[in-house]
């Protein structure tokens, strides 16, 4: 590459650089003005002008209209604001017998969510044309062009290389290293692969509005009557940690399931209106009907929320004390019963971590629940198209 072309090509990736800082800018502010775009980026403002005016051609940016005029008077600053219309993400979230799927505008709002029950395969090409007929329906049924959509993020449980698109084992299908992305490469726009837990990560730290805690774990809790499992998506200094294998996160300790949970305290259903009548017929008692029992106060199920939370605090007490992350967030349906779910969970980490460790981690649960990793998984494609290009040195 000769000194001519080089130029030509930074100058070229600058520039690239430069849309992407005002376009993540607008994307924050929602609304922001060209004049606080200046002063923010410090560029010219014959460049943001230059850079809004290609943005708003290729229909990315919209005008939103005139801004207040500052103290001194003067022109009312134009605002601007990131056309929602312009494009789509697609997330998908694959458990055995079931696929939660979101569509988010370009701004990251959702526009639409689904959870499909149906046998998804137990091969490799019956799953890969399982994930595309759900895909071509969700599309079809909100009348949305393919042109449009920016990608699709799919999220698995188990180990995945997110670089080359393998799923390197999972409880999904009893094949190993198994190339789905490659299956899926006849979509017609990108495809993005990553473990569950660490897709339900990006989301929250994608869409956190307070940018000063750069350090977390987000650990999702999966149980129902005879499976459970827990992940752990690990964000170090704001970007996600995969491990030298991709296996961050993967402790691999014993959850018991919900039908264990209950059975412990089983002597104790007479003591409650609701599960009283249970005591014979655990298998006939599920995730939701528990999550409504608890809503309700039922002193079994709050107590079986209560437990969760032990069990939890238990497991990830050694990663808190391991990484002194600044916050850990609870998220599966458990999350929805929040009080109960982290003040069990910080009673048992605040016994095997140091005080000055406890005292501060903030313990909250994601208010997104069943749709956790699906919104993850669509904000895995939303990370990736913002990401700022890196310049070559």
Known sequence: MNEKTLLSFHASVVKDINEQVVLKLILENEIISSSDLV???GMRPSTIFNILKQLSARSLVSFHGK?????????????WMLNKDAAYVIGLDIEVGEMTTVILDFSGKIIAKKIIQLEIGRTLDELSESIKKVVYEVITENNIYTDKVLGLGVAFAGIV????????????????????LERLSSLP???????????????????DKDKTKRNSLTILVEMDKNVSGLGIGIVVDGELYHGASFC????????????EFLSTIRS?????????????????????????AAKQGDVIATRVFSMIGNIVGQTIAPAVALLNPDSVIITGMVSEIEDILTDSVRKAIEMRVLSITANALSITTDKRYHYSVALGAAALVLEDYFRLPLLNK
């Open 67 to 79: 801004g207040i005029s500052t103290n001194k008077g003067g022109k009312k600053p134009y605002t």
């Open 189 to 207: 726009f990108p495809v993005l692969i990553e473990n569950n837990a660490n897709a339900a990560a990006v989301g929250l730290k994608w869409n």
């Open 39 to 41: 002063k923010i980026t």
């Open 248 to 259: 961050a996160g993967e402790l691999y300790t014993h959850m018991p399931t919900l039908k």
């Open 268 to 292: 104790r259903f007479v003591e409650s209106d609701i599960f009283k009548n249970y005591i014979s017929s655990l298998d006939s008692i599920n995730m939701e009907f528990l999550l409504e």
């Open 161 to 180: 290389d997110y670089l080359s698109g393998i799923v390197i084992m999972s409880s999904v299908l009893p094949e190993m290293n198994f190339p789905l």
